[in-house]
């Protein structure tokens, strides 16, 4: 199996756990139906489960099948260990990101940080607009908020410009 790449909908260490308990379960229930088939010789095969979305493009990222339980048992123990040493990144917004704009998040960081960057989005309205970026115990403060404090003689200037539009 090649180097183990996640979807951008499997964003926050959430999601991804989510998706691994889904696989879990998976492959118990395919356990339990192949060795169902043996005992009872059934050559008919079994209904397909029900697999998320976000399980389903895990899957096809990985190249694997939802009924080869060797690979798929192996996917369990990379996306372990992908979620234990996944860097985590806490972004601050005035609001929630729509799925678009996650993806391009994501994409941003996978990119330029790290191909596993795990992603979560909360909110806090007295930043005005901009991002709190936290990674570890690193924050990075690119908020509205900031730079006016920062820039105390830059607020004349806005209320100024403001009043000339009217």
């Known amino acids: 199996m090649t180097e183990l790449s996640l979807p951008p909908d499997v964003y926050s260490p959430e999601v991804l756990s989510i998706v691994m308990m889904e ?11 192949a060795t169902k088939a043996r005992v009872t ?3 008919t095969t079994a209904e397909r489960p029900h697999l998320s979305a976000q399980l389903r493009a895990v899957l096809a990222t990985a190249g694997v099948k939802e009924d080869d339980l ?8 990379q996306l ?16 929630l990101p729509n799925r678009p704009q996650k993806h391009q998040f ?6 330029h940080i790290h191909p596993h960057l795990l992603l979560t989005f909360a909110t806090r309205s ?4 901009g991002v709190i970026v936290q990674a570890g115990s690193h924050v990075y403060d690119f908020s509205f908020r900031e730079q006016l404090i920062h820039n105390k003689k830059r607020i004349g200037e806005l209320f100024a410009e403001k ?3 009217r």
Do not use: C, M, Y
């Open 106 to 111: 994501v994409q941003w960081f996978r990119e």
């Open 163 to 165: 009043a000339n539009v």
């Open 80 to 95: 372990e260990d992908l979620r234990k040493q996944a860097p985590v990144v806490h972004l601050l917004l005035t609001a």
């Open 41 to 43: 010789n059934a050559t």
């Open 126 to 129: 007295d930043i005005g607009g």
């Open 70 to 77: 060797a690979r798929l048992q192996t996917l369990s123990t």
């Open 23 to 33: 696989l879990r379960d998976h492959i118990l229930q395919a356990t339990q139906a």
